[in-house]
């Protein structure tokens, strides 16, 4: 059977569903987008995921459209909510000019209260929103943001943010969508994040959640009532949550999925060669992967309330993580994992930041005999002649977590248990499911784990490699330097001031090696052509979505 007649007979169910002659759902103005794991919460002020981060920015309003220019490697800003803005007394205080016609769905209007009201919540230590980094540089006042002299409102439409000095990233800290102040104003703010309406949210967006089914399904439909930009033109999307990468794979090749990512890179070849109705994009490179080393002895960390700072027993020293980053195949596993689609990770700064880099790193070469020199330095041997290192008593020996779901880190983890027992180190593998995993990271319960981690539009590794009791600084990493640095790139007047700074981070991580920084992954995304209108760029695999629609089957590539 020819791969063109192959692909027809696969389609046909699928048409005859989309035409109405099947009992199943009328699917024919609606897209079904596979997810690999579900959202945490309808919330943008408290979710971290960036699948929840796309969800959300169906529902909720866009304070700004945004694009990113990857020729520049920068953001830039255009009119959404806010109609139009500008920078006063020198640039430290930005005036934002708000529309008077979008509501949310129940028909109250979006207003300055509102936006005010979501900053309030992100500064608040009880809220712990991982946006708490935005008002960092607005006007504090004993130690504690004050919302009142940061933000001033005007009247219904005409709003002042003051900043305590200009720096590069002030309009970025504006773009986080508002919530509705009258839903949430009334709610206990240390129990915000797990409020009942942050699973039933009233946006005004160009969707609306019209279902959701934990971890299996999430449904959203087109607002009409939303004027910002306007209701979708699918009648609804239908996310499901497929854990399993195969079956992923398997539902876009039956035509039962619209749209998926990742597609790992050996899928690659046989859908362009066999599945012409399936058009495959690559998104540019936000997401790296890395292994995350306990840099402290986070259990005496916690014991300690925070007091005891203590070198972990086996990835405490330095040379240690160098030496197991020399020791691991990275450039093996992303040949065999990733081909084109990905490059070795010298740090944590996306390569789409072109301005920033410290482009005289290197990343380091596969080399386990300048691993094993490191960690004889660092006091490690076989001194019991049973093959594993010792020091001081302590076999180097550990359990290295990864998620369920994911082949290529399970892969990669059988890969790097493998080379580190070349150096005399034992690993166990142990896969969780990727919600436990994540509560193990965040909780710094843990030796090391591999991860995955996509980078914001704008550079700020201040939650990553500053405070060390901050769930995203997994490694639990600080050095003095390199919080001097953020702060100064952070306030830098400018971009090209702040790259100074951003490339004596990456030249410090780099030494310091406190993950082993893997490779940065350029996703593949594959579309069935009945979806049109698909815009897959840096912003993420939902951007524009409220133009995507369903085209005329007659126009599918085997028709």
């Known amino acids: 059977m020819s791969p063109r007649l192959r692909a027809v007979l696969i389609l046909l169910p699928c048409l005859f569903a989309a035409c109405g002659k099947s009992s199943g759902p009328d699917l024919s103005n609606t897209a079904v987008v596979a997810l690999n794991g579900d959202v945490e919460s309808f919330n943008p002020v408290v979710t971290r995921s960036m699948i929840s981060s796309e969800i959300n920015s169906l529902i909720y309003p866009q304070m700004f459209e945004l694009t990113f220019n990857l020729s520049l490697g920068r953001l830039e800003y255009g009119p959404a909510l806010v109609k139009r803005w500008e920078f ?71 709003m002042i943010f003051h900043f305590a000095s200009v720096y590069p990233q002030q309009l970025f800290h504006l773009t986080v969508s508002p919530i509705p102040k009258h ?35 999430i449904v959203v439909s087109a607002n009409q009532k939303c004027t910002l930009p306007g209701p979708g033109l699918l009648e609804r999307v239908i996310f499901r949550v497929i854990q399993e990468p195969t079956t992923r794979l398997t539902e876009l090749k039956k035509g039962t999925i619209d749209l998926m990512w990742p597609v790992y890179f050996e899928d690659v070849k046989g859908l362009q060669e066999q ?93 386990p005999q300048r691993g094993r020199q490191l960690l004889q330095s660092a006091g490690w041997s076989d001194s019991d002649g049973d093959g594993v290192l010792d020091k001081g008593g302590v076999k180097f020996e550990f359990s290295l977590y990864y998620g369920i779901g994911n082949a290529r880190r ?48 704008a550079i700020d590794p201040s939650n990553r490699w500053n405070d060390i009791s901050d769930p995203y600084n997994s490694a639990g990493y600080h050095s003095d330097r390199v919080s001097e640095l953020i702060t100064l790139g952070l306030r830098a007047p400018n971009e090209n001031e702040a790259a100074r700074y951003w490339r004596e981070i990456q030249s410090i991580l780099h030494q310091d090696q406190p993950f082993t920084f893997m490779y940065w992954i350029k996703d593949v995304v594959a579309i069935n052509r009945r979806l049109k209108g698909t815009k897959i760029n840096t912003l993420g695999i939902l951007d524009r979505i409220e133009n995507w629609k369903i085209g005329d089957p007659k126009a599918y590539a085997t028709f």
């Open 183 to 217: 839903i949430f104003k009334d709610v206990d703010r240390k129990a915000f994040a797990n409020h009942p309406a942050n699973a039933k949210p009233v946006g005004a967006g160009p969707f609306k959640l019209e279902k959701w089914t934990r971890h299996q399904e």
């Open 275 to 367: 599945y012409a109705d399936i058009k495959l994009e690559t998104l540019p490179p936000r997401v790296y992967e890395y292994i995350a080393w306990a840099n402290v002895d986070f259990e005496e960390y916690k014991k300690s309330g925070g007091k005891t700072v203590r070198p972990h027993r086996l990835f405490g020293d330095a040379r240690v993580r160098q030496a197991l980053t020399y020791g691991i195949n990275r450039k093996g596993i992303l040949d065999a994992k990733l081909g084109p689609y990905g490059e070795l990770a010298v740090s944590d700064f996306s390569p789409i930041f072109r301005w920033s880099m410290n482009t005289d790193l290197r990343p380091y070469p596969y080399d």
């Open 88 to 158: 006063l007394d020198n640039g430290r205080d930005i005036k934002l000019i708000i529309r008077n016609d979008v509501r949310w769905e129940n028909g109250v209007l979006v207003s300055p209260q509102d936006i005010k009201f979501t900053y309030e919540m992100i500064g608040d230590p009880d809220v712990a929103s991982p946006l708490g980094n935005y008002v960092d540089n607005m006007i504090f006042t004993n130690g504690r943001f004050d919302v009142d002299r940061s933000i001033e409102i005007v009247n219904d439409t005409t």
């Open 410 to 457: 399970a892969y990669a983890a059988t890969v790097i248990q493998e080379n580190l027992k070349q150096l005399g180190i034992v690993v166990h593998l142990t896969q969780l499911e990727p919600v436990v995993l994540y509560e193990k990271a965040s909780s710094k319960d843990y030796d090391a784990f591999l991860g995955g981690f996509n980078v914001s539009l």
